[in-house]
């Protein structure tokens, strides 16, 4: 999927399908995916993102205008995507903090946090690229990118384990599932900007 303003090519209900989707998986296969720490942050957390994203995508496609077909106005408060981009940075860097996912295991407030905070963090990160540019885009995405190498190296680079509730086997999968993100996600989004880009690079 495009990381630009394009509403995308599936109707509104097949956004609605692909969010429920998401949602559905991340809560029905909850015991087995919070089973491993590499499946906790790297699927099941992704999933509850994707819901998000994809339900404030199917919420933009049905109702981009208003029904005088006058263009719906962009928030004043989150301008160029810049303030929704960075809440989302922060959440994001505190889902990679090893006793986030102890407590999300353990304690009913991070748990409800996780299970309705990640889905607003999608709607908000779909809603935010949606108004932001290639350079605001990219420099969110180096900065994701960067910051999960470093922890993927440092989950590797540990003679101990992190979360209580996990192996240290675990832990060095985890590490390497962040490295190798750091590496698929700016490839996905280049392949999805490619046109953008080509376009500011030859301005």
């Known amino acids: 999927m495009s990381m630009s303003g394009r509403s995308g090519s599936l109707p509104w209900w097949g956004w609605g399908v692909a969010a429920l989707a998401c949602l559905g998986l991340a809560l029905a296969l909850r015991g087995w995916l919070t089973a491993l720490m590499s499946l906790h942050m790297l699927v099941q957390i992704p999933l509850l993102v994707l819901a998000g994203l994809f339900a404030e ?57 996780k299970y309705l905070g990640l889905p607003v963090c999608g709607w908000v990160l779909r809603a935010s690229l949606r108004r932001s540019n290639v350079v605001i885009k990219l420099f969110f995405l180096g900065n994701f990118c960067w910051m999960s190498a470093i922890v993927g190296m440092i989950y590797l680079d540990q003679p101990i384990r992190l979360c209580n509730a996990y192996l240290q086997d675990d832990q060095d999968w985890s590490g390497r599932g962040l490295i190798a993100l750091a590496i698929v996600l700016p490839s996905c989004w280049l392949l999805a900007e490619l046109k953008p880009v080509w376009r500011f690079l030859n301005r």
Not at 63 to 73: F, V, Y
Not at 87 to 108: E, N, Q
């Open 57 to 113: 995508q199917a919420w933009h496609a049905g109702r981009n205008r208003d029904p005088a077909g006058r263009p719906r106005p962009a928030w004043s408060y989150n301008e160029y995507g810049i303030p929704g981009l960075l809440l989302v940075s922060l959440v994001g860097a505190g889902w990679m903090i090893p006793k986030a996912l102890d407590d999300a295991l353990t304690d009913w407030r991070v748990a409800a946090f």
